[in-house]
C-alpha cells in the first residue's frame, strides 16, 4: 500500500522555525524527484523548494533561500523540509511530492509547474497546516 504521510507542521512565531517530514511508504523515493509545495486558500499551489532524484540539485523560490533547505533522509524514504526564519507570509498549508518525469525535467520547472500539470505528480502528501503569526 502507497502512502506519503507529513509531519511537523504547527504554529509558530515569526522568526521561528519548523522542520516538516514526509516518509514513504509502498515506493522506493529516492529514485523520485522530490519537492514542497505550500497552497493558500482560494490560491493555486506554488512549489517552494525541489530536489533532483540523480544529482540531487536543488531549487528554491526566491522568498524562501536562504532560510528554507530541502533533504532526504538517510533512510531515503523520507525527505524534510527545514524552516528557519519564518514569516507569515509563509503561512499555508504544505504538501510534499514525489515526482519521476517522463522526458526528464529539470528541477527548477518541476518546481514552477502550477494548476491541472500538477496532476502529473506522482505521489503528493495529504498537506499540513503551517501558521506562523507576527
Known amino acids: 500500500q502507497v502512502q506519503f504521510v507529513e509531519s511537523g507542521g504547527g504554529l509558530v512565531q515569526s522568526g521561528g522555525s519548523l522542520n516538516l517530514s514526509c516518509v514513504a511508504s509502498g515506493f522506493p523515493l529516492d529514485y523520485y524527484n522530490i519537492g514542497w509545495f505550500r497552497q493558500l486558500p482560494g490560491q493555486e499551489r506554488e512549489g517552494v523548494s525541489c530536489?533532483?532524484?540523480?544529482?540531487?540539485?536543488?531549487y528554491y523560490r526566491d522568498s524562501v533561500k536562504g532560510r528554507f533547505t530541502i533533504t532526504r533522509g538517510s533512510a531515503k524514504n523520507t525527505m524534510y523540509l527545514q524552516m528557519n526564519n519564518l514569516k507569515p507570509e509563509d503561512t499555508a498549508v504544505y504538501y510534499c511530492t514525489a515526482y519521476r518525469p517522463w522526458p526528464v525535467i529539470s528541477v527548477q520547472a518541476m518546481c514552477l509547474r502550477s494548476g491541472s500539470a500538477l496532476n502529473e505528480y506522482n505521489y503528493w502528501g495529504q498537506g499540513i497546516q503551517v501558521t506562523v503569526s507576527s
Open positions: 530536489e533532483d532524484a540523480s544529482d540531487l540539485t536543488t
